[in-house]
């Protein structure tokens, strides 16, 4: 039931529900001090959204993700990711900050259908059933480590090592099989 | 199953999502000292049936160490606390306090 057909998807599978692997996306890895006002500035002012609270994701042109507490990731075009990562330099450039840009090792799955969250609930050790939507993840997934969220109560999103792509698209497939639905969610 | 809720991120997390760090509030003891005190800070290690202090990395969620205070007889946690600490805080003894009364931990209790 594999298809390669949709544009800027790597590969996809249809089980109970839809799983694919997205093509190329850009990622940014910033770390620095979240509570100095003055850093907090200069990346609003180069990515154009405020910081998110913790564990969570603001959801706008560019994506931008908790993920630890000096530690971000911003999602965004592969195309954009070197104009942004220079923005970001230049605001940060007399702030103690790492940036790194990440796009090419991460690779990001998309799951749609019902049941998305019980796809997530059979593979990671989380409480599923209160996770809010624009709420992230950090985890693992059986045996690798990964970070997901829920854009809607149908769909959720996956991001991995790309070391470990096959893996994580294997695991997600095998959660899908037609059949295997659980029904809790 | 042991849940420790991270200090750091505030997520419950599940023992397979932590790394374990071995025995929490270790003194260093380098070029200077004894013999003795080299080989306690080596070797000597508490194995306590009850409370104990230890510590432990979020590996696969935001990647910081912290301390958790917990019975190794009943798995019962008694909490978690920063990593940026000589000891344990009082709110802390104050539950081992009064959940175990009696308690000892090296010098603690």
Same mark, same amino acid.
């Given at each position: 039931m594999s298809d390669n057909k949709n544009e800027g998807v790597v590969r996809s599978y249809s089980g109970y529900v839809k799983v694919s692997e997205k093509m190329k996306t850009g990622m940014l890895t910033v770390r620095g001090d979240f509570r100095s006002s003055k850093f907090k500035t200069s990346f609003t002012k180069a990515v154009g959204t405020k910081l998110p609270k913790d564990r969570k994701l603001i959801l706008a042109k560019n994506n931008v993700a908790w993920m630890s507490p000096d530690e971000l990731l911003i999602l965004c075009d592969y195309a954009d990711v070197s104009s942004l990562s220079q923005n970001l330099q230049m605001e940060l450039k007399d702030q103690h900050h790492m940036l790194v840009n990440v796009s090419d090792a991460r690779a990001l799955f998309e799951i749609s259908g019902s049941g998305s969250r019980e796809v997530i609930a059979k593979l +990671?050790?989380?409480?599923? +059933?209160t996770l809010e939507i624009g709420e992230i993840r950090r985890t693992r997934f059986s045996q690798i480590a990964a970070a997901f969220w829920l854009t809607s109560e149908t769909s959720v999103s996956v991001i991995c090592f790309s070391s470990v792509a096959d893996y994580m698209f294997n695991l997600l497939k095998t959660s899908s099989m037609p059949n295997s639905k659980v029904g809790d969610f | 199953m042991l849940v420790f809720k991270c200090p750091y991120c505030g997520i419950e997390a599940d023992e397979t999502e932590l790394s374990p760090g071995g025995e929490a509030h270790l003194k260093r003891f380098g070029p200077g000292s004894s013999d003795e005190e080299l080989e306690g800070y080596l070797f000597n290690r508490e194995n306590p049936k009850g409370v104990h202090f230890e510590r432990w990395r979020h590996v696969y969620g935001c990647g910081k160490w912290f301390h958790a205070a917990r019975c $190794?007889? $009943?798995?019962?946690?008694f909490g978690t606390y920063s990593a940026q600490t000589f000891g344990p805080p009082k709110e802390i003894i104050d539950i081992i306090k009064s959940k175990r009364p009696g308690w000892k931990w090296r010098n603690l209790g």
């Open positions: +990671a050790p989380v409480n599923i +059933a | $190794t007889a $009943t798995l019962e946690v």
